[in-house]
């Protein structure tokens, strides 16, 4: 193992790859396509890395979150439109996507009423508003989940083949 960087604002990259004990040349060897010079300048922000990079790190280090935080923080499309999502445990993840389905469920009518005529008219605009952040919570629990089953994978807690079959 190589040295232990003391810097203060370390990326998520190069926080993962530590908690692993992997050297910068071990996670070289890992990715096989990324050299240690390039996983350097990658943690330290001085070169963006590419989604296949991100991809590659996210495998090696057996973290599938690293994916939403590139999507989330650093590619152009994505921090438009992905949000940032956080690990959570299972149960959080549920009262969460049990809360937001709850309180849909309740504006379900009133969205009914705003899509009849197919336009949303001024005095409906702030129901509208608020609906619509209301399924960006179920939108982003969801991916919280689909990123809590993606890491309990990668952990080797859920059975990949079985999982897969179970997906199709």
């Not at 705003?114 to 509208?128: C, H, L, P, V, Y």
């Amino acid at each position: 193992m190589g040295r232990v960087s003391t810097k203060k604002n370390k990326s998520l990259f190069q926080i993962r790859r530590e908690e692993l004990k992997y050297s910068r040349e071990k996670a070289s060897e890992e990715i096989k396509f990324l050299s240690d010079d390039q996983i350097e300048k990658i943690e330290n922000g001085k070169i963006t890395p590419k989604p296949e990079d991100v991809i590659a790190m996210a495998k090696a280090y057996r973290q599938p979150s690293l994916c939403n935080y590139y999507c989330s923080t650093q590619c152009a499309i994505g921090k438009r439109y992905v949000p940032e999502v956080k690990v959570k445990d299972i149960s959080s993840i549920v009262l969460e996507v049990l809360a937001s389905l709850n309180s849909m469920h309740k504006q379900q009518e009133k969205l009914i009423e705003i899509a009849s005529d197919g336009m949303i008219s001024q005095n409906e605009i702030k129901d509208f508003v608020s609906i619509q952040k209301k399924l960006e919570d179920i939108s982003v629990a969801v991916e919280a989940l689909q990123l809590w089953s993606e890491q309990m994978i990668a952990d080797k807690k859920i059975d990949i083949d079985l999982y897969n079959e179970l997906s199709k």
